[in-house]
T-cell receptor, first 111, second 114 residues
Framework: DGGITQSPKYLFRKEGQNVTLSCEQN?????MYWYRQDPGQGLRLIYYSQIVNDFQKGDIAEGYSVSREKKESFPLTVTSAQKNPTAFYLC??????????FGDGTRLSIL | QKEVEQNSGPLSVPEGAIASLNCTYS??????FFWYRQYSGKSPELIMF????GDKEDGRFTAQLNKASQYVSLLIRDSQPSDSATYLCAVSSPLTGTASKLTFGTGTRLQVTL
């Protein structure tokens, strides 16, 4: 089945630790996105990528990093510099001129 | 000023009634408008999108767009308990190259009562 796979579903981060969230898609989409959702708030854009080896900061990129070494993969690293990482993280992708579709999300909490 | 505004609700409607969800946006240059449904603890699911002024119907769902008033709405006819969810309005604006960014409202929680 074609789709967007995020892993893990749940992730716990210790103080000072970097953690990486996985996002893989087999839809052959060029553009991929990372959003963060906090309770009672809308989704906010962290990073996006239009093509392999290229990515751009979104509205809240501080404390996060990404890579796009393969078309199908867009991992997000939450670094120790992100002081409030607890949130629901959503990866999305889209084909040209088509709406964005989301993966199932990763819920990150602090230990 | 919020870029995309929605009433947080909850909006409570009886089963079989029409649910009307509203959204206003601030960027007059916005071209594309989306409605996503999000069940508690789940990721958003696209249910409607609209690009042109007027109405767009898909089954029990109708999206309405009025660019002059910067207003987009979603009507759900014959509401069912399974429609109970949070509905997110999203507005698209261009980024660099061919990429676009979605700006989301905070969502309206819909409760369909028996």
């Amino acid at each position: 089945d074609g789709g967007i796979t995020q892993s893990p579903k749940y992730l716990f981060r210790k103080e000072g630790q970097n953690v990486t969230l996985s996002c893989e898609q087999n839809l052959n989409h060029d553009a991929m996105y990372w959003y963060r959702q906090d309770p009672g708030q809308g989704l906010r854009l962290i990073y996006y990528s239009q093509i392999v080896n290229d990515f751009q900061k979104g509205d809240i990129a501080e404390g996060y990093s990404v890579s796009r070494e393969k078309k199908e993969s867009f991992p997000l690293t939450v670094t120790s510099a992100q002081k409030n990482p607890t949130a629901f993280y959503l990866c999305a992708s889209r084909d040209r001129s088509q709406p964005q579709h989301f993966g199932d999300g990763t819920r990150l909490s602090i230990l | 000023q919020k870029e995309v505004e929605q009433n947080s609700g909850p909006l409570s409607v009886p089963e079989g009634a029409i649910a009307s969800l509203n959204c206003t946006y601030s960027d007059r240059g916005s071209q594309s408008f989306f409605w996503y449904r999000q069940y508690s603890g789940k990721s958003p699911e696209l249910i409607m999108f609209i690009y042109s002024n007027g109405d767009k119907e898909d089954g029990r769902f109708t999206a309405q767009l009025n660019k002059a008033s910067q207003y987009v709405s979603l009507l759900i006819r014959d509401s069912q308990p399974s429609d109970s969810a949070t509905y997110l309005c999203a507005v698209s604006s261009p980024l660099t190259g061919t990429a676009s960014k979605l700006t989301f409202g905070t969502g309206t929680r819909l409760q369909v009562t028996l």
